[in-house]
């Protein structure tokens, strides 16, 4: 662990701005029941209170909000993908750029032990390895922990029972995430 958080030291702003785009993505994918509340809340349930233009314009407005919070998160999200992706190939790269580096100055008798194509499999290996590490880390856990704090908090500014039931079925959702697909 010590060695990938060296790798990834030389790309720290990178790492931390799609650790950002991440957050907004999560953030603003989660604003969609809010809205909704809003529209039950504020327009559906007063329907008789309301004139028909307030009415019409109320539900527009909130529902073009959330449109556009879709749409934020949205583009987060492919930025998020476009920033994991760079660092994912340039630590990758680097890895496996060290590690034959390493290989290639080992002592020809060592060197010659070891079979050639095992040491590029095992480079190969690592690389792959903290690639997928890396984007694991960012597109599920970050996003879960991240997703949990937002539900958490709305929900407790609803009340403290909803946000023990939201809690667990957000929980179980994303470690559905981490099941491998058969």
Known sequence: MKLLLQYLKAHKWVVVLALVLAAFNIGFSL?????????????INRHNELSRTEYIWGILGLVGLAICAA????????????FT??????????????????????PYQVFEDQRSGETLGVLQKVRLDSEKFITSFISI???????????????????????????????????FKLVPKS
């Open 71 to 82: 749409m934020v998160s949205r583009i987060a999200k492919n930025f998020q993908d476009y």
């Open 85 to 106: 992706n760079i660092i994912v190939q340039k630590v990758g790269a680097k890895m496996y750029a060290d590690g034959l580096k390493h290989s290639l100055e080992l």
């Open 31 to 43: 604003m969609d029941p809010y809205f909704t509340g809003r529209i039950l809340d504020r327009y």
């Open 141 to 175: 856990l970050f996003v879960s922990l991240i997703g949990l704090i937002f539900v958490i908090v709305y929900s407790l500014s609803v009340s403290y029972k909803v946000s023990l039931i939201l809690c667990g079925i957000y929980s179980n959702h994303q470690l």
